[in-house]
Structure formats: C-alpha cells, structure tokens
C-alpha cells in the first residue's frame, strides 16, 4: 500500500527524469557545443552558484512578490466590477465585447505604451500583470455572478436587504467557485506576462535573470532561472490556488444546488 | 376601503422584449383584506407570477395602481414576505442561518433570533435539521424552510407563488395542513398562487380564477370557514359544500383549457 502510494506520488516526476536523460543523450552523445546547450551537470553547478549566493533566491523573490501584488490588486478591483457587470443586464451586454477584444490584445502588447507611461519601473510590469490577470477574474465574476438564480435576490430583497447586504450574502458566496477558477486562471496567464515583461523592464525578477544571463551567453544561467519559473508556477498554483479551488468548489459547489 | 392591505386596480403588465413588449397579463382589480386567504389558480403563462412580483415590489406596473395599506407599492419591503416555488433558501447557509435570514438583516439580538428560529424549527417539523444544508434535505423541507424564513422576519402579508408545486404529493397534504393552521393562528394576510384547484379551495377563505392568457380574474368564489383553525383533508374531502366548490372551480379551469 505504501509503496504504491509512494510510486503515485513519484510518477510524476518520470517524465522529468526522462526529459533530463533525452537533454543529456543529446547534450553528450551528438556533442552540442557549449554556446548552444548546457548539459545538466552544467546546469546544476551553475543552480548550486546562484543558489548559494542567494541570486536565485533574490530574483525569485521579486518575481513572487509581483505576482502577489499584482494578484491581490487584480482580486481587490476585479471582483467588485464583475459584480457591477454582472449585476446589470445591459453592462453585461455592453462589457462582453470589450472584454473579448481585451482578451486579444494580451498583456505584452500593452507594454510599449506602459514604458512610455511610466519607463522601465515595477510600475510598468504591475500594469501588465495586473492587465492579464484581471480580465479572466472580471469574466468569470461576471459569469458568477448572472449564474445565480435571481430568487435568492428578490427572496433577500423582501427580507429587506440592502444592496451591500445582497452582495456579501448572496453574489459573493454564489459566484466564489467561479471567481476562484477566473484567479487560478489568471494566475496562470499572468505568471508568463511577468516573466516576459521583466524581460524587457529589467528591474529584477527571473525575467531579467534570464535575460541578463544572455548577454553573456550564459547557457546555463538561462536554463537553471527556466527551470526555476516552471517550478515557481507549479509551487505556485499547486499550493496556494488549486488548494483554494479545491476547497470552494469542493464546499460551494455542492452547496450551490 | 380603509380596511383593505392590498388593493390593486386597473393592473396591467407588458414585459419588454427584443421583439417589443409582451402582454403577461389582462387588467387586474382586486382587493385582499387584513388576514384573509385569498388563492389565485390559473392556467400557467396567464400572468399569475407577474401580478405576484409587481404586489412585491419586484417589478412596476406598466399601468395601474398597486396600493398595500393604502400606500402606493413602491418596491419590495419587510411588511411583504414572498415564497416562491423553488431556488429561494440559500444553498450555502444552514437550515438555522437561512431562517434567521430576516432577523439578522434587521439587526435583531442572538437571543431574539435563536428563540424564534427555535419556535419555527419546531412548528415545521425541522427539529434536528437546524445546521443541516440545504442540499441536504429533501426538497418538501427545503419548503418549509422557506417558510419559516418568511414567518421569522414576521412580515404582515405573505405572497406566495405555487410554494409546493414541486413537492412530492403525500408531503405536499401535510405541509398544507400545517400552512393553514399557522396562518389561522397567526392572522397574516396571505395571498397565494397555485394551479391546483384542491389546494386553492383547500386553503382559501376567497378563490380567485383567471383566464388564460393574458389573465384577467375571471370568477371570485367565497369558501367559508367553519371554526377557528386551519382545515384538514379528512374533514374538507368529506364536506360537500366544499367539493361543490371545488367542482365549481374546477369547471372554471377548464373552460379556460378548453378556450383557445
Ligand atoms: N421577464 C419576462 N420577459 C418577457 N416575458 C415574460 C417575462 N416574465 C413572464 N413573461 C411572460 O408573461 C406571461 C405571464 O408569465 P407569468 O406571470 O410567469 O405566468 P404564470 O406565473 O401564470 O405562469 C407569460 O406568457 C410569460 O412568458
Ligand atoms: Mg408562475
């Protein structure tokens, strides 16, 4: 039973373990040279160095901390105007073209204009991020929320409740599974406008690692700070977002019927 | 007509569409007085639900005059609670908080509420179910907790829109029995919507029947009270006063699906 247990838990780690074995078979056995690939032990060493160092970690940090504020903002201003949309039949309508066409212009393409605004700053990049993550939490707040049977509203409206009070008692615990799933989307999106707009921003964040890492052809810096981005993300949604999904949609979901 | 809580008059309503409006109802004028049971029956789509909403509050009348003690209706208020048929308790509170729904909104003390929610536990029969939820339960129990929820937040009139249609039928009698013998008990005003030609008679001190629609009232038919109390089915289907009225509604109804 253990031992089955554990060979689930490490099933998902194969695939890792047999892309490293084909990257190495590559790297060694055609003899890629240095200025293209790193090999994996290169690879480590170099993850070794900017670990010990505390670079990774440093970069790491800002990335992280961008992304938090940039999803705690996207969450604060995001779910209040899918309520606003949601609840008024003729914004909804309105919005639901803009939002489409916003969904096509992705956040990258917004960054141009962001430099111009504010230069190359935190700024510039929160724009982005904020941008990416806040159209899919405003989307699925608003599908949240029209999701709802109107009875629940017009039952608490002759209980005499206030506009306030219907929000927090009924669009908020009704339309939560779904505004979860808008976050854990958004998270998910927003996580590569990050990467990419630290990129060219160039104040900090595994973006810039990366990129700065170019200049000098520093392979194997470029690879350990990709690695580290996927597994960032997979910390990420795996122990903060799916956790929250989870549990609404395990609690509310049932609930909602 | 001082003594009337609800009088409506001239009552018309067209519902706008993207092919414009849509009639829902004929012109409406009727009159409810304090503690009365007035029943509306009517073939579905006539208008019975719009007439509800617009006593409610919910949605303005396209024309006429909806008065409640004399004052214009101007919007839903605590003095008119509303049951409706399904979808109206909320999923994510339990059976206590759900029913303590209107006492909470009002600001009433945690003593206050917990007394009533109790009272109402015991008189629906929900005893032991109080931190249960919704899905939880069956749906003639779901019923009663909406209820409860409407008698706790103690509203003067209760409008009620075919609350126990989609209840299983054994369970439906005795939430009837229990609705009248709460209402005689309490002396609300109620006026409640249903298709069932039984349950309105069952219920009713006044029946009312509308025609297909857009409904109009159609027939207006007093059933007498014998005592105090609500009734029951035992003695109501063995009183043939009553089955003359039900048979006279009955014919009523029909002619309305039988007329095109
Ligand atoms: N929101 C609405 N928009 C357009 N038409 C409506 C709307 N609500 C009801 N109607 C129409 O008005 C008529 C009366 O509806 P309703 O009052 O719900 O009837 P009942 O409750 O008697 O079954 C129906 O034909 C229905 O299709
Ligand atoms: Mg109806």
Partial sequence: MMAARAFRELRILIPFAAAIALWWGIKDGIGVSNTLLASPAQVWTAFVYLATHGVLAEYAATSLQMIGVAAAISFALGVPLGFAVGTNRYAARALEGTLRFLQGISGIAWLPLAILWCGFTHTTTLIVVIYTLIVPIVFNTMTGVRAIPENYVLALRSLGASRLRIVVDVYFPGALPSIVVGLRLGMGYGWRALIAAEMLVRQGGLGDLIFGARTFNQIDRIMVGMIAIGILYIVVDRLLVQPIESMTLARWGVLRR | ?260
């Fill in chain 2, 1 to 260: 007509m001082a003594s009337d809580k609800i009088s409506v008059s001239g009552f018309r309503h067209f519902f706008p569409t993207e092919d414009g409006p849509v009639q829902a109802t004929g012109t409406i004028d009727l009159a409810i007085r304090e503690g009365e049971f007035v029943t509306l029956v009517g073939p579905s789509g006539c208008g019975k639900t719009t007439l509800l909403k617009a006593i409610a509050g919910f949605i303005a009348p396209s024309e006429g005059t909806i008065l409640c003690d004399g004052k214009p209706v101007k919007g839903p208020g605590r003095e008119r609670g509303v049951v409706f048929q399904e979808l109206a308790i909320l999923p994510w509170r339990t059976v206590r908080r759900n029913i303590a729904h209107g006492l909470e909104i009002a600001g009433a003390s945690k003593a206050v509420r917990e007394s009533t929610v109790a009272r109402l536990v015991d008189l629906m029969g929900l005893a032991g179910f109080e931190d249960r939820y919704p899905h939880e339960l069956s749906g003639g129990m779901r019923q009663r907790v909406a209820v409860a929820r409407t008698w706790a937040a103690d509203p003067e009139i209760i409008l009620m829109d075919e609350p126990f249609a989609a209840v299983d039928a054994m369970t439906r009698l005795t939430l009837q029995e229990e609705l009248g013998r709460l209402c005689a008990t309490t002396g609300k005003t109620v006026f409640f919507i249903t298709h069932s030609v039984d349950e309105a008679v069952f219920l009713a001190d006044r029946v009312l029947v509308m025609t297909k629609r857009p409904g109009t009232i159609k027939a207006v038919l007093e059933v007498p009270r014998h005592g105090s109390g609500g009734r029951d089915w035992d003695s109501f289907t063995a009183d043939p006063e009553m089955r003359n009225i039900s048979e006279q509604v009955m014919h009523l109804v029909h002619a309305e699906r039988g007329a095109r």
